[in-house]
């Protein structure tokens, strides 16, 4: 069984930093690509970026790019999102996933495990 524990959540002002953190176990980390997905107030989960096992493949929603980073550290066996440059519409509960494959994907149906969230809430 796979865990996966999220951290580094919170408020930020428009045009600040947070950066999301998250730690998994449970399987060889290293072998599968894993997400980060975020559900606004109202609205379906929605994915962000991705990236691959070895980290040296990423994807990125075009509402992020330029701005979120998704990166990785096989030895600690996390996960991170570092964003920069908020804006107001950014604000919802970021969840990080875990790949079922090892294929860089984009669907919610592509990853079996999931954390349970941290919120991110940016005022303007």
């Known amino acids: 069984q796979v865990q996966l524990v999220e951290s580094g959540g919170g408020l930020a002002q428009a045009g600040g930093s947070l950066r999301l953190s998250c730690a998994a176990s449970?399987?060889?980390?290293?072998?599968?690509?894993m997400a980060w997905f975020r559900q606004p107030p109202g609205k379906e989960r929605e994915f962000v970026a991705a990236?691959?096992?070895?980290?040296?493949?990423?994807y990125s929603a075009d509402s992020v790019k330029g701005r979120f980073t998704v990166s990785r550290d096989n030895a600690k066996n996390t996960v991170y999102l570092q964003m920069n440059s908020l804006k107001p519409e950014d604000t919802a509960v970021y969840y990080c996933?875990?790949?079922?494959?090892?294929?860089?994907?984009?669907?919610?149906?592509?990853?079996?495990?999931w954390g349970q969230g941290t919120q991110v809430t940016v005022s303007s």
């Open positions: 449970g399987r060889t980390f290293s072998s599968y690509p």
């Open positions: 996933a875990a790949a079922r494959g090892y294929t860089l994907a984009t669907r919610i149906d592509d990853y079996d495990y």
């Open positions: 990236i691959s096992g070895s980290g040296s493949n990423t």
